[in-house]
């Protein structure tokens, strides 16, 4: 018998006409699987320390408060109990599928902070202490706004709020999300494009540098100052994430692994991902299982 394990592609309550899908619930445990689903989602979680939430290959323990946003179809989340002992957890779920083609208003310059926000949230989203205190009204009464066309509009203001606020970080890697290569500046764009296909190669500073037409220090100044991210350490995420996605995708042994995604050293490989990943490549595999249902 052959046992596939996979993702829960979740067929969500919303109709071709809706606009929104909102659920407000209070409960003691967090019991639904792993899953992604094809619409967008923000899921605001209060009064449960110590649950684990999982977005692609991002794991973390959250506080007391926690606020994600997720646009992509692909990309698979779950919140689980882990050392939660609260037994009034509040979960506010909204699911909603709005148009972001070119042809759609959301594409109008007074949308372009939060189209720039749902595309950021390709990778999930994580929203600061202080974003979600600035919302929190808001999200707090939106399942009790009764005349949908308000309830619409109380989340657009959510949405806008959220795009102004500093301190959002993304949460999956680039290369686990299989997000497109994106930057503003056509030497790093070059440079990027270079890495995402010959990840698995070792990969020299002074032949990204020549790709990019400058010294190999200037360039490493430039891609620091342009991106934020030292050119080694963006390198040694990109093939992290291809790393997790492995482990979570095939059946390869993490010493295939580890040598397909471009570390030459296995014992290194392991030291790098657990100081990046918060638990070995073994770990990783197993509790990525353990939160898969069986189909």
């Given at each position: 018998m052959v046992i596939d394990r996979r993702v829960l592609h979740e067929i969500t309550p919303l109709m071709s006409k809706d606009v929104l899908y909102i659920a407000d619930r209070r409960k003691k445990e967090f019991t639904y699987p792993i899953h992604n689903h094809e619409v967008f989602e923000?899921?605001?979680?209060?009064?449960?320390?110590?649950?684990r939430r999982i977005v692609g290959d991002s794991s973390e323990v959250?506080?007391?408060?926690?606020?994600?946003?997720?646009?992509?179809?692909?990309?698979?989340?779950?919140?689980?109990?882990?050392?939660?002992?609260?037994?009034?957890?509040r979960e506010v779920t909204v699911q909603f599928d709005f148009?972001?083609?070119?042809?759609?208003?959301?594409?109008?310059?007074?949308?372009?902070?939060?189209?720039?926000?749902?595309?950021?949230a390709r990778k999930g989203l994580s929203f600061p202490l202080s974003a979600i205190m600035?919302?929190?009204?808001?999200?707090?009464?939106?399942?009790?706004v009764k005349d949908g066309?308000?309830?619409?509009?109380?989340?657009?203001?959510i949405l806008y709020e959220l795009s102004l606020c500093d301190g959002a970080?993304?949460?999956?890697?680039?290369?686990?999300?299989k997000i497109a290569v994106e930057d503003d500046s056509r030497r790093v764009l070059k440079v990027k494009n270079f890495i995402a296909n010959n990840y698995m190669d070792e990969l020299r500073?002074?032949?990204?540098?020549?790709?990019a037409g400058m010294s190999s220090s200037a360039f490493s100044r430039f891609f620091k100052a342009h991106t934020g991210h030292k050119l080694s350490d963006y390198i040694i995420d990109i093939r992290l994430g291809y790393a997790a996605r492995m482990l979570v995708d095939t059946n390869r042994t993490i010493s295939e692994i580890c040598y397909d995604c471009g570390f030459n050293n296995l014992s290194n490989f392991n030291r790098i991902f657990k100081r990046k990943k918060g638990c070995a490549p073994s770990e990783f595999r197993e509790n990525y299982h353990k939160t898969r249902i069986i189909v």
């Open positions: 923000l899921n605001f979680v209060e009064h449960a320390p110590g649950v959250i506080g007391e408060y926690d606020l994600v946003l997720i646009t992509s179809p692909d990309l698979e989340h779950v919140w689980e109990q882990n050392t939660c002992k609260s037994e009034d957890i148009g972001m083609n070119e042809d759609s208003i959301f594409c109008r310059n007074p949308f372009i902070s939060v189209r720039r926000m749902m595309n950021e600035k919302v929190y009204n808001k999200i707090d009464t939106l399942s009790k066309f308000y309830a619409f509009v109380q989340f657009m203001e970080r993304t949460l999956a890697s680039t290369s686990y999300a500073l002074a032949q990204l540098a020549d790709i």
